[in-house]
């Protein structure tokens, strides 16, 4: 059975995101606590790492590192604990300004993707505000379960689902 997150209003800026120039503005925004990486975790830790510890203390995550949602550690991290990820969408010469108006001009659109969505995903945060589910995780898909027992366990249940699959 799929587990719902139960994440705040919490967000962990990590280390590409997280220089005084962006923190500093989005932490006078109402509605929302922002936890910079350098105060909880050391330079440079894996994905894995700020993953944990989001999942934790149930914080979601503002990131500007693509690759996360390509790492097979962290997508089984980001299934298993229902983190919500947000990438935000640098450009090379993205300036500070740019990253924190991107968030908080997203920011509506992110609280109701962390309340609606059930299991782990990763989202695109434009540089606009505009916001795209780029990846679902369910820890069942991650796990190597096939669509068609995906189905049968969605309609049936886990315990149903091992019931059959044992008596064989």
Avoid at 15 to 31: I, K, M, N, Y
Avoid at 52 to 62: F, P, R
């Amino acid at each position: 059975m799929r587990r719902r997150h139960n994440y705040s209003t919490t967000f962990l800026l990590d280390e590409g995101v997280c220089g005084p120039d962006v923190v500093a503005p989005l932490r006078t925004v109402e509605g929302w606590t922002i936890e910079v990486h350098h105060d909880h975790l050391a330079r440079g830790v894996p994905d894995t790492e700020v993953i944990e510890k989001c999942a934790e203390n149930q914080w979601a995550l503002i990131t500007g590192d693509d690759e996360i949602r390509f790492t097979r550690a962290a997508q089984e991290l980001i299934a298993l604990h229902a983190v919500p990820v947000f990438m935000v969408v640098l450009k090379k010469k993205s300036n500070a300004v740019q990253i924190h108006s991107a968030i908080v001009a997203a920011k509506d659109r992110i609280l109701n993707a962390i309340r609606k969505t059930k299991v782990g995903f990763c989202a695109s945060v434009q540089l606009g505000g505009t916001l795209n589910v780029t990846r679902y995780f369910d820890p069942l898909e991650i796990k190597g379960v096939t669509a068609a027992q995906l189905k049968t366990i969605r309609r049936y249940g886990l315990e149903e689902w091992g019931r059959v699959k044992n008596v064989g």
